[in-house]
C-alpha cells in the first residue's frame, strides 16, 4: 500500500514571496491533516479536513494560509506572503476518519529566507 | 490549549541500555500515543494506548497510560543503533486531537 506522498520535498523562498505545497493521501482515507513542524517541535495542527470539507481549522494563520481539498483526496496548502517565521517542515497525514491512526507523509522542509 | 511536558529533551547512551522517556500534562486525555520521527520522514506510530493503566509492549518499546490520564512513559529496552531518532508523545483530547510534546532526541553509543 502507497504511503502518503507530498511534494516537493524541499523549498527555499524569500519572504513576502508565495508557496504551495501538495499532498496524496492514503487510497481511501476520508481525513487529512496539514501539521506545521518547527524545529525542536513536536507538530502542530494547521487544519483537518473529512472528504472536502474542512472540520477544525482554529490553528490555521488565515491571513496567510489557505487550504483547499476540492475533491476530498488531494490537498494543497499554500502560503501568501510568507515569513521567516514560516520555515518549518509542513507534514501531511491521512486516516480512514478521525478516529483511525494517522500515517504521516515525509514533509515538505520551507526555508524563508 | 493542551500542553505535554516531555523529558529527557534528549539521551546520549550505549548500545545495550534502556532508555526511559515520558510526558506529563495537567490536561486529561483519553488516549496516549508514543511516535519516532528519523531524520527527513515523518512520524511513525510506535505504540497507542487507550485506557488509563493500561501497559502496552512492542517489541523491545513497553509503554504505560497512567492512571491519572495526565501522564505515560515509554522504555525501550537493550538499545540498538537503530533507535536513534526523536521520540514524540502525543494526547488525544476533545474527541480526536492530537497534541504532540516537543519530542526526546535519542543518540545511541556503539
Known amino acids: 500500500e502507497a504511503g502518503v506522498a507530498q511534494s516537493p520535498r524541499y523549498k527555499i523562498i524569500e519572504k513576502r514571496q508565495s508557496v504551495a505545497f501538495w499532498c496524496n493521501p492514503i487510497?481511501?482515507?476520508?481525513?487529512l491533516y496539514w501539521y506545521q513542524q518547527i524545529l525542536g517541535q513536536g507538530p502542530k495542527l494547521l487544519i483537518q479536513?473529512?472528504?472536502?470539507?474542512?472540520?477544525?481549522d482554529s490553528q490555521l494563520p488565515k491571513d496567510r494560509f489557505s487550504a483547499e481539498r476540492l475533491k476530498g483526496v488531494d490537498s494543497t496548502l499554500k502560503i501568501q506572503p510568507a515569513k521567516l517565521e514560516d520555515s518549518a517542515v509542513y507534514l501531511c497525514?491521512?486516516?480512514?476518519?478521525?478516529?483511525?491512526?494517522?500515517?504521516f507523509g515525509p514533509g515538505t522542509r520551507l526555508t524563508v529566507t | 490549549g493542551q500542553q505535554l511536558n516531555q523529558s529527557p529533551q534528549s539521551m546520549f547512551i550505549q548500545e545495550g541500555e534502556d532508555v526511559s522517556m515520558n510526558c506529563t500534562s495537567s490536561?486529561?486525555?483519553?488516549?496516549w500515543l508514543w511516535y519516532k520521527q528519523d531524520p527527513g520522514e515523518g512520524p511513525v506510530l510506535l505504540i497507542a494506548?487507550?485506557?488509563?493503566?493500561e501497559l502496552t509492549s512492542n517489541g523491545r518499546l513497553t509503554a504505560q497510560f497512567g492512571i491519572t490520564r495526565k501522564d505515560s512513559f515509554l522504555n525501550i529496552s537493550a538499545s540498538i543503533p537503530s533507535d536513534v531518532g526523536i521520540y514524540f508523545c502525543?494526547?488525544?483530547?476533545?474527541?480526536?486531537?492530537?497534541?504532540f510534546g516537543a519530542g526526546t532526541i535519542l543518540r545511541v553509543k556503539s
Open positions: 497525514a491521512s486516516s480512514l476518519d478521525p478516529s483511525y491512526e494517522q500515517y
Open positions: 490536561s486529561i486525555f483519553n488516549t
Open positions: 487510497s481511501g482515507h476520508a481525513t
Open positions: 502525543a494526547g488525544k483530547w476533545d474527541g480526536n486531537k492530537l497534541v
Open positions: 479536513f473529512q472528504n472536502n470539507g474542512v472540520v477544525d
Open positions: 494506548l487507550y485506557k488509563a493503566g
